[in-house]
């Protein structure tokens, strides 16, 4: 079964800081994943999707890191702005499986002024 | 196109009744998806549908039912409420297997 951990849990950092957020997962035959926004009490938003055969993808000041070897991928975002806070989650689906996907728990981010 | 759009935004019910949750897919999408949100967890997948038929089911009770229509929209039914099933409902929709798009959720709170 496949398990998916986010660490942190909850991060505070002041504008302007570079982060990195990271995902992790127990399966490494995955079929791609994919990374979320969501502000509190709304739906899921896509931010980067990566395919298995993939390394990484990049929109604007987000890059998302694919190590299927390690079970890992990080979530980096440049110069942060107080509107990048929210919650972010990352979702694996598996490689010849039922292509649901399985989501982490999330971390919270705050950027503050 | 107004992507996945779900009703209603929030719900209040009490412990025991029923409660009937929509949702409209994205044009040209096929497959319906539902999740529980528990507070501060990630969604969990309760059931997914494709031409009106539930073709995966995660792990929920069978108090937890749904349905599709001939025009791809979906219903997710609840019945016999507990506390627990206080969350964010999501539904996600997509073309086959392919890229799944969210809606906005309802929330339901049972008291």
């Known amino acids: 079964k496949q398990e998916v951990t986010q660490i942190p849990a909850a991060l505070s950092v002041p504008e302007g800081e570079n982060l990195v957020l990271n995902c992790s997962f127990t399966?490494?035959?995955?079929?791609?994943l994919q990374w979320f926004r969501q502000d509190p009490g709304k739906g899921l938003t896509s931010l980067l999707l990566?395919?298995?055969?993939?390394r990484e993808q990049t929109s604007g000041r987000l890059n998302a890191s694919l190590d299927k070897s390690s079970g890992r991928s990080t979530l980096y975002i440049a110069a942060s702005q107080p509107g990048d806070s929210a919650t972010y989650l990352c979702?694996?689906?598996?490689?010849?499986?039922?292509?649901?996907?399985?989501f982490g728990r999330g971390t919270s981010l705050i950027v503050h002024p | 196109d107004a992507g996945v759009t779900q009703s209603p935004t929030h719900l209040i019910k009490t412990r025991g009744q029923q409660v009937t949750l929509r949702c409209s897919p994205k044009?040209?999408?096929?497959?319906v998806s539902w999740y529980q949100q528990a507070l501060g967890q990630g969604p969990q997948f309760i059931f997914q549908?494709?031409?009106?038929?539930?073709?995966q089911r995660g792990n929920f009770p069978d108090r937890f039912s749904g349905h599709q229509f001939p025009n791809y929209s979906s219903e997710l039914n609840v019945n016999a409420l507990l506390l627990g099933d206080s969350a964010l409902y999501l539904c996600?929709?997509?073309?086959?297997?392919?890229?799944?798009?969210f809606g906005p959720g309802t929330r339901l709170t049972v008291t």
């Open positions: 996600a929709s997509s073309p086959a297997r392919g890229e799944q798009y």
């Open positions: 399966d490494s035959a995955i079929y791609n």
């Open positions: 990566i395919q298995s055969s993939q």
């Open positions: 979702a694996v689906k598996v490689a010849g499986g039922s292509y649901i996907p399985t």
């Open positions: 044009s040209g999408h096929d497959t």
């Open positions: 549908y494709y031409e009106e038929e539930e073709r």
